[in-house]
């Protein structure tokens, strides 16, 4: 279903395009419009009253295409290095082990998606270092061990807000 809220998660799709742009101004515009629109769409949803699965699966989906396509400009022009694109995206890989161990189990059906807060703040750090990188600034390695733990953070979190069924 094609609301306001999903024209923006889908608006993210673009903007990673116009990174490729090489423009720092270019590619400061469209991370800044990207946090915009991550900020807004769920806001215009709950508002509006037209969230639904579709959009709680694209929002994130589309922050992902963002960043890794972001990241990947990056890294192919030697501005990151493999560790720390790694780290930054290590939040999924968390996700990922998370979505096994539903699927493992036979509770994919029973998960419920939503935004958690240690995804949210991993968001909006990915978005604060993309910024940092294009404007050639250089960070710590504990900015990227931050990604870890709040991935490590996330995948406690989806185990708390799924919690297992009770058995009868």
Known sequence: MITI???LSFLRAPLALAFLQGNTYWRLAAIILAMLSDSIDGYLARRN???SRFGAILDPAMDKFFVYFALTALFIENRIAPWEAAAMLSRDFFLFIYGACMLSAGRWQSVVFRAIRWGKATTALQFFVLIGLTLQISFNWFIYASFVL????????????NPQPEKK
């Open 150 to 161: 709040m991935g490590w953070l996330a995948f406690l979190e989806l185990f708390q807000t």
């Open 49 to 51: 009253s037209c969230t």
């Open 5 to 7: 809220s999903n024209g």
